[in-house]
């Protein structure tokens, strides 16, 4: 198997971005895809956390990180694990990093911020 993969193990990274309608959910959701395809992580149902669908809980209580990346400081992802029980996890909010919701576009370079400052929280 390719030292890649994320999911090979018992334990995998896992990647639950915000994917709200503003330009800054965008950003989010690309950044969790790009760690994805990079191998960094897995990017996981965050909607599944918020249903408390019981194999995706499970799986996210087994997970050996969890990284959370919000768009905007509503923090609407990390409030989500938070209210399902998670406490043990990174969270990336993209305000830190000077974007502001409305006023930045969701280009290769903005997500491939974010995916790296991710990247950072799950080594």
């Given at each position: 198997?390719?030292?890649?993969?994320?999911?090979c193990s018992a334990a995998p990274k896992l990647i639950f971005p915000c994917s709200g309608a503003a330009d800054v959910g965008a950003i989010a959701d690309?950044?969790?895809r790009k760690l994805t395809r990079d191998g960094?992580?897995?990017?996981?149902?965050l909607a599944g956390?918020?249903?408390?669908?019981?194999?995706?809980?499970?799986?996210?209580?087994?997970?050996?990180?969890?990284?959370?990346?919000d768009g905007c400081p509503l923090a609407c992802a990390k409030h989500s694990l938070e209210e399902a029980g998670?406490?043990?996890f990174a969270h990336l909010q993209l305000?830190?990093?000077?974007?502001?919701?409305?006023?930045t576009p969701c280009t290769d370079e903005?997500?491939?911020?974010?995916?790296?400052?991710?990247?950072?929280?799950?080594a």
């Open positions: 198997m390719s030292e890649k993969c994320c999911a690309q950044a969790g960094a992580g897995k990017m996981f149902c956390i918020g249903g408390r669908v019981s194999g995706i809980m499970k799986t996210t209580e087994a997970a050996s990180k969890l990284l959370v990346i998670f406490k043990n305000a830190d990093l000077g974007m502001t919701k409305g006023n903005t997500v491939a911020q974010v995916a790296a400052a991710g990247a950072k929280l799950l």
